[in-house]
């Protein structure tokens, strides 16, 4: 029997999301049906997201946040008044009605493919007793996954990009290892934590880069969560100043990328507060053109707006072709298929959205756009569903596993922070997804015997061990 039992777990929400959808459109009249309707995905999507903070680790539901936040709420602000403050080139391209209509569906199938018969969020708990256990037993593993992320991120720098990027997914260890610190003990020991996130802080502020800063602020902040359980009050104030973090950095950063990348200033806090100041000196920190600009910033909806303008009329439906070099650049190594796709790859961006580029500019077309480049309106529909299905899959195959692997679970942020972001483009999402399950497997494989834990010999009958073949 197919189940969407995940999708309703907002309780007395649904009737909050009423009161506030019908406030809203009192207060903003001229705002059309389908902008309220995208609108009321959205609260849906973040009231979901909100209630599951302290229960699980919330793969699914952040897919659906950052795709209504990137292709229904900024397209929505963009229509309803901020793109008057863009210039032409970063405004939507065609008539509100023939993107929602498209988008629209698109994700709420998407979402309905990440839900389907997902049980209790399978794949998304985490037994902490068990894991518990299973750190008390291994007091040092946590610290050697720590020193793996370093050192792996330091090799990262010094390889090719093919051979980078498994050291660059090592790297990432080091944040399964923070996770089984703050769920594996019972006093919380900050001094590892604050080395690891303070190593972020410091690479984010160097590059100018902060999604993934701010999308592992997220997983910290959701492991927390299940291992101390905050009441509503005090998440709803750790979720308002997160939001309003994420809207400074993204205010701030253009100035601050001006000041670091093109005058030489020196990367770090002072450059950041010195972009803070100078905006709030100019009045222009909090203004509405501010607002537009960061709009932009989180708004994958303009873009897809370039492709559909620009296919079929331009350009004609790829009818799978292009679908197929996706697939060919993510799961096939460099040296198998040397002419694959790259990674942001310019010449294709621009084919297909119509746009013009600067050389060294990396922009993505988005699966939602993926999926209209290939097969149209229904037919990117279609593909958004099985494309939700599959992570689907991924992630209940977490849950499967960790019978024998409690830890498991813990990885999940790994796999799942990058393809989480509707604004990169598909190839690389699923080269990261394929690589880094590909990678887990090898690990726990090679090194089953430090991972693999029961609490009985009970317990070892009824989950028996996966990756180990039976003797009998």
């Not at 794949?123 to 793996?148: C, H, M, P, T, W």
């Not at 290892?177 to 006093?187: K, L, P, S, V």
């Not at 070099?325 to 190594?333: F, N, Y």
């Not at 849950?399 to 990885?411: C, D, E």
């Amino acid at each position: 029997m197919i189940k969407f039992d995940s999708l309703f777990r907002v309780n007395s929400g649904l009737q909050v999301i009423a009161i506030v959808a019908i406030i809203v459109y009192l207060l903003f009249p001229n705002l059309s049906i389908l902008s309220l309707f995208a609108l009321i995905i959205c609260m849906h999507q973040f009231a979901l997201l909100f209630n599951s903070i302290g229960s699980v680790v919330p793969i699914r539901y952040l897919f659906g946040a950052f795709m209504c936040l990137q292709l229904l709420l900024g397209p929505t602000l963009a229509y309803n008044g901020l793109d008057s403050f863009q210039v032409n080139q970063y405004r939507m391209q065609i008539p509100e009605e023939v993107y929602f209509r498209y988008v629209i569906p698109a994700v709420i199938c998407f979402i309905l493919g990440l839900h389907l018969n997902a049980g209790r969020l399978d794949g998304e708990l985490i037994d902490q007793d068990r894991i518990e256990k299973y750190v008390s037993k291994n007091k040092d593993i946590a610290y050697i996954f720590i020193g793996i992320g370093f050192v792996s991120s330091i090799v990262a720098e010094f390889l090719s990009s093919e051979l980078a990027f498994v050291f660059f997914l090592l790297g990432g260890f080091k944040f399964v290892g923070a996770f089984m610190i703050i769920i594996g003990n019972q006093q919380l020991r900050i001094t590892p934590l604050v080395i690891v996130y303070g190593s972020i802080i410091v690479s984010s502020l160097g590059m100018g880069m902060f999604h993934d800063l701010l999308t592992w602020i997220v997983f910290l902040g959701c492991v927390f969560a299940i291992k101390y359980k905050p009441g509503k009050v005090l998440k709803t104030g750790v979720a308002f100043s997160f939001v309003l973090l994420a809207l400074a950095i993204q205010q701030l950063k253009g100035d601050y990328r001006e000041a670091t990348w093109k005058r030489g200033e020196e990367a770090g806090l002072e450059s950041l507060n010195k972009a803070y100041q100078e905006g709030q000196a100019n009045n222009t920190f909090f203004s509405f053109r501010s607002l537009a600009s960061s709009n932009l910033r989180f708004n994958q909806g303009y873009i897809v707006t370039y492709i559909m303008k620009n296919v079929p009329e331009k350009e004609p439906y790829a009818n799978g072709s292009e679908l197929y070099k996706i697939v060919e650049a993510a799961v096939l190594p460099r040296i198998v298929a040397p002419n694959k796709l790259n990674a942001g790859d310019r010449e294709f961006f621009m084919k297909y959205s119509g746009m013009r580029i600067a050389k060294g500019t990396s922009m993505g077309l988005s699966a939602v756009g993926d999926g209209y480049i290939n097969f149209g309106v229904i037919g990117g529909c279609i593909f958004m569903f099985f494309l939700g299905l599959l992570y689907n899959t991924v992630i209940k195959g977490f849950k499967k596993y960790s019978a024998s692997f409690p830890i498991l679970i813990l990885f999940t942020p790994l796999v799942f922070y990058y393809p989480i972001r509707p604004d990169c483009e598909l190839q690389t999402i699923l080269g990261h997804l394929a690589k880094s399950c590909f990678l887990i497997f090898v690990v726990f494989v090679f090194f089953k015997k430090y991972f693999i834990f029961y609490t009985s010999s009970t317990e070892k009958n009824i989950h028996p061990n996966p990756l180990v073949p039976s003797r009998l």
